[in-house]
């Protein structure tokens, strides 16, 4: 027989414990200091990013097809312009955002005459791989040389066409070297200048701009779309408090209906694209198939559990009541969301000037910083939510221990932030560190393997989820224990994973339903947040470009956004009370050691034992 698992110790009754200590000691110091010292280092970092880097250049200056920047990279530093072999397939209006097919190199200057297959070979550009010797032996590879060009003018360091060169006989010469093209000179040179011009708004971001303005206009629709986010999060919330069991059961229809929907979607494709022109019938099939075998799980799945998510609904009222109790906690994580907004911020603009940085100033070590920045990201953003979730547990902890609910004290967010800022921030830099380490790691994987198919996909996909294992079901769990016991990370995670693990069935269920149910909440929320800003628009009747899509979409993220807010105080509630309810169970029996418990809870998840003894 093997060893069974270790699973700890019960805890034993306490009759001086009534929730988290209030007597505590700093906890896991040295992990602060080098938390503390490491930001000092990514500081330096971003002054040093911020002093060599050229960002301005960097967003002007074009890259070649091979994705080395123009004047900037090594190879090509002396070349500052970027050429391109046939403007008039860059007509597209996706230009300015995800670049033009044809190809483009990096050139010294501009060509000032006029170039086609059947004129002679001007010595005038010097194009990488097709110089004006080579071009002259005929020793060239075709697809490295343009077959036309023209007098062109530098904008935004880009080589374009200048128009008022073009005449007929040009653009006759010109049409035979582009296979496919009308003879038509309107068409040809239209077809240059628009090609033109969205290569000069990809150099000028006149596309980004454009949305901006158009952001800039409906400050008033984005500020009322906010406003709407929130009550629409405050009013679910409360429907749980009141309808937990037919909001919960209601998302999940929703969502199983919604993936019906698709189903059904991608069968009549597939089924309109049998024996077509269409070469998508494959893809829709395979879409199809995978919708349905989604589906079918999904129900299995909910009729295998349909008893036990009457726990999850047990735990989302009493969660709803911890709310209530303290609705100053909805508003809290917004100090936690400002932090996080500013750490990305700070991040992104780092990682923009180490890009834009010349090579030669980065020496041999331009990995390392890259690595840097993406650690000290991860680092930084966990442990703001872990600072978050602490400060929650604390107040939702001191809520379950209070037999007497409504005493739950006036001031319990503020010295629970107290506690956690005065004893635990090494805690949090511990627990933090590790989500960091294993979040870069599969940052490195993900790209390394983001090319690789068919097994490499599955280690991939399988290491990930082993990565999402350890923040879920460790880290978090291990700051509710702290905010508790105050005890250092390693012996609260080894505390909660015990008795996680003496409860495993419970927590499977409890952590499947209410993740569905919080993620189905959330897409409902936008969706119909979305849904109301087009109507709205439609009724106003709105002259924004592009039916206001961009408005729409930015109200949208917002929403989804405040709603992650809003449900990460709910799973904070929610897992705590779980852990809490556990830890009372093993403390008290009901009878001489009365239950912390409400009467609610014990009827769905103490129902064989018999009636508990309240004070």
């Not at 209601?250 to 969502?255: A, E, K, L, P």
């Not at 999904?298 to 009493?318: D, F, G, N, T, V």
Request: charged letters at 15%; aromatic letters at 14%.
């Amino acid at each position: 027989m093997g060893k069974q698992l270790d699973l700890g110790k019960k805890f034993e009754y306490d009759p001086t414990f009534t929730g988290p200590v209030k007597r505590r000691s700093c906890t896991d110091i040295i992990c602060l200091f080098i938390f503390l010292g490491f930001i000092v280092g990514w500081a330096v970092l971003g002054i040093w990013a911020l002093k060599y880097g050229n960002l301005k250049n960097g967003l002007n200056n074009g890259r070649d097809s091979s994705g080395q920047r123009c004047g900037i990279d090594p190879t090509v530093e002396n070349l500052p312009y970027l050429f391109y072999f046939d403007v008039t397939e860059c007509q597209s209006s996706t230009v300015p955002y995800l670049g033009c097919s044809t190809k483009q190199v990096c050139v010294s200057q501009c060509p000032n005459t006029t170039f086609y297959d059947t004129n002679e070979i001007p010595k005038v550009i010097a194009i990488p791989y097709c110089t004006y010797e080579q071009r002259k032996k005929n020793t060239y590879d075709e697809t490295n040389c343009p077959k036309w060009f023209v007098p062109s003018e530098e904008v935004h360091n880009r080589c374009l066409p200048s128009l008022s060169t073009l005449n007929n006989k040009t653009l006759t010469e010109i049409e035979k070297t582009i296979e496919n093209f009308s003879s038509i000179h309107l068409g040809l040179w239209a077809s240059i200048n628009t090609g033109s011009t969205q290569i000069s708004n990809s150099g000028n971001h006149s596309g980004f701009n454009t949305i901006t303005a158009e952001f800039v206009d409906s400050w008033w629709r984005i500020l009322i779309g906010v406003v709407v986010a929130f009550v629409s999060n405050m009013t679910y919330i409360l429907m749980l408090r009141w309808f937990a069991g037919f909001m919960v059961w209601f998302s999940i229809d929703v969502g199983v209906a919604a993936l019906a929907a698709v189903t059904i979607y991608f069968c009549i494709l597939w089924q309109n694209s049998k024996g077509g022109m269409n070469d998508n019938e494959d893809s829709f099939l395979a879409l199809f198939i995978i919708s349905a075998i989604f589906l079918v799980l999904i129900i299995l799945l909910l009729i295998a559990l349909r008893s036990k998510i009457k726990l999850a609904i047990a735990l989302m009222r009493e969660g709803s009541k911890a709310i209530a109790s303290a609705t100053s906690v909805l508003f809290f994580p917004i100090l936690p969301l400002v932090l996080q907004i500013a750490v990305t911020a700070y991040s992104i603009l780092v990682w923009a000037y180490l890009y834009n940085t010349p090579k030669s100033k980065l020496a041999n070590v331009p990995f390392v910083f890259y690595i840097l920045n993406i650690f000290g990201f991860f680092w930084s953003t966990w442990f703001v939510s872990a600072l978050s979730q602490m400060v929650l547990a604390q107040v939702f902890a001191e809520w379950y221990w209070t037999m007497r609910k409504r005493n739950l004290p006036f001031f319990a967010l503020t010295a629970a932030f107290y506690r956690t800022i005065r004893y635990h921030l090494g805690t949090l830099s511990f627990g933090s560190v590790i989500i960091a380490i294993i979040g870069t790691l599969k940052f490195l994987l993900k790209n390394r393997l983001k090319k690789v198919w068919g097994l490499g996909i599955i280690c991939r996909s399988g290491c990930e989820c082993c990565f999402d294992l350890l923040p879920k079901y460790v880290t978090k769990n291990a700051y509710i224990m702290c905010a508790i016991h105050g005890q250092n990370f390693c012996r609260s995670a080894k505390d909660a994973f015990a008795l996680l693990m003496r409860n495993i069935v419970r927590v499977f269920v409890l952590n499947k339903v209410t993740n569905f149910v919080f993620f189905i909440s959330e897409v409902l929320i936008t969706v119909g947040v979305g849904a109301a800003a087009y109507l709205f628009l439609m009724i106003e009747n709105s002259h924004l470009k592009d039916d206001g899509i961009p408005v729409i979409i930015l109200i949208m993220i917002i929403t989804f956004l405040i709603s992650c807010l809003f449900f990460n105080v709910y799973s904070v509630a929610i897992d705590t009370i779980f852990l809490c309810f556990l830890e009372d169970c093993e403390r008290n029996d009901g009878k001489e050691r009365p239950y912390y418990m409400s009467r609610n809870l014990w009827k769905i998840l103490m129902k064989k034992s018999k009636t508990p003894k309240y004070e």
